[in-house]
DNA sequence: TTGTAGGATGGAATTGATTCCATCTGCCTG
DNA sequence: CAGGCAGATGGAATCAATTCCATCCTACAA
């Protein structure tokens, strides 16, 4: 018969060839407490000839700890979520853990599926960034801590990481006013996002506070929608001064819509985004918008969880971390505090 | 003696709950062949009441598979690899996996360790942008398929998929030569890089083959360095009429300076860059760029790899996939062939 | 009525590492 | 020189699943 091949070498390989038990490979692999030097070299000879690496699922079976954490977003291309990601990559990569990303498209369904994915992987604890349909039942039986990231958790305390979205649109919309911007319309995206609606209440409140008229906020999707919506905004009695957007992609349209339409930034209409963008710099002009410090953000949330893993303990903690409003000149600054113009 | 907290439930407590063997609960979890209705339904009771997810980490101890596959890659926040990224882990979401996520920084001692690492956790295979120093001798022990992912695999055969980025700078060159360009600066960054190279090349060969001067390419890292670098290009005896771009953020760099220093594009300079970014169609004027597609070479990669795993065959074939030179007028395209400006 | 095919089921080995516990060997101290 | 102590070491149980194999039972055909 022919010798079996045995494709990757266990433990017990490394132990016969080295002539030693078991249990003494285990200790030269985990530091070599109470090993002689001249067993340990033994060892370390064996395993280097047998191409041993110990198997992490053998190991976690015994052991607690999976050294596995997972990640899950709605969208993995995302710049906020990339970025986030990189940094808890980094974050776990110091503690010894690996990340295992998953991606929800913001379905409900497809994020419970995922969680459970990754309750069966046992992972040591979990970064979520929930949909807002999130349901807590899914963690039932999970057994390992939960952070949420951007977001909170809908309708239970969790700890939590993100950029104060209230306090970043009232800062954008003082600005505005503050510019001279008496109408002031505040274009969204998905209204039933927590951070969404964090911003319009900031950007409403505001609006409020300073005595001008609250404008029903605008819900779009995507460059044509939003042109169309846009359109009566632009001219006529209608016609508004200031846009804040409240997503990235939709300053950007709004950018591109108002620049097709010959209308000038910001003389004719003022423009501040949220989120900050690479070429937010390079535009003519220059767009003003609110940044979040999307790195520190996803780190504190990596730091909540591998506190929670080391402690033991979860604290159900919210991180709110000040935002940054970056002036560029599409708000009019500079040129004093701003005249009506005629229409 | 105060009951021991079974944290979480095992195979075996669902056993006993549900009154049958633990073979037999096997049988329901894998799809339930061979077992009465009844007992399926008393084991699936049993599963629910119990709050039971089957624990990965014994199952891949068993048999073979651990439905993992690993992804490495220089940077999670870069927006290339960030999209690939995404595609990646939908594939394998299609195939019952999930992606365990690496970066590299391009170091190749962290991609050494990365790699290690994921052996230990006995991936089924692994999709990898490796670096330029990757050597091979890592993977001597590792028991699963590698794809490259963007670049080939130093000095060794292996199945890769990436864009042609020989035929993309060709493209991009030819492009400006038809429109009269006849000093062309190529501008790069680090010039190891595999893609760099090769998008030299194919510029190299096409500025030589239209007989044209051949200008030493330009490496600069930052804004700063390629401001001060580019200077010496804008006017006098050494000036350019082109500038090709070869990444991402040296192009809108190049933008960026060629504004500051009033020198419009593209009557004075063309401009055309490597990889496609979100605002280049909103820029003044918009930027010409060879787009990849991204998620394209990436599910391919992907597709390669989980191809490999379900015939257990390798096969080292490089997927080359086309790019496409997109026209938006930071070229001179339109205004017929180009004359000699004069200086 | 009986033989048997085949579905249903459980027992027990297996997988790879950790870890408790027992044993053994030197060497130091009284 | 004996008692011990500490370090070195191996045996075997354990973790949670899968899976081979044996057994049992029932229904159907001869």
Redesign the interface.
Known sequence: MAPKVR???ALMDVARRAGVGAATVSRVINGGQNVSSKTMAAVQKAIEE?????????R??KGAR?K?IG?IVP???D?FF??A??AI??VA?AHGS??????TDNLPAREREQV???????IDGLILAPSDGADIGMF??A?FPVVCLDRPFPHHPMPTALGDNYGGAKAATEHLVRNGCRRILCMGGDRKLFTSQARVRGHHDTVQAAGLPVLAELHVQDYFSAEAALRRYLHGKDRIDAIFSIKNAIT?NA??IL?QSNISIPQSIALVGYDD???AD???PPICVVRQPVADIARRAAEMLFQALETGKVKNRTVTLDVELVHRGSCGEGSGPRKARPR
């Open positions: 494709s990757v070498p047998l191409g041993y690496h110990p198997n992490q699922a053998a976690s079976l999976t596995t990640l969208s993995v291309a710049h990339s970025t990601a990189a990559q980094e990569r690996l990340v295992l990303l998953a991606a459970l994915t990754l309750i069966q992987r046992r039932k039986h057994g950007v950018y591109r620049r963008f690479e070429l390079a535009l003519e």
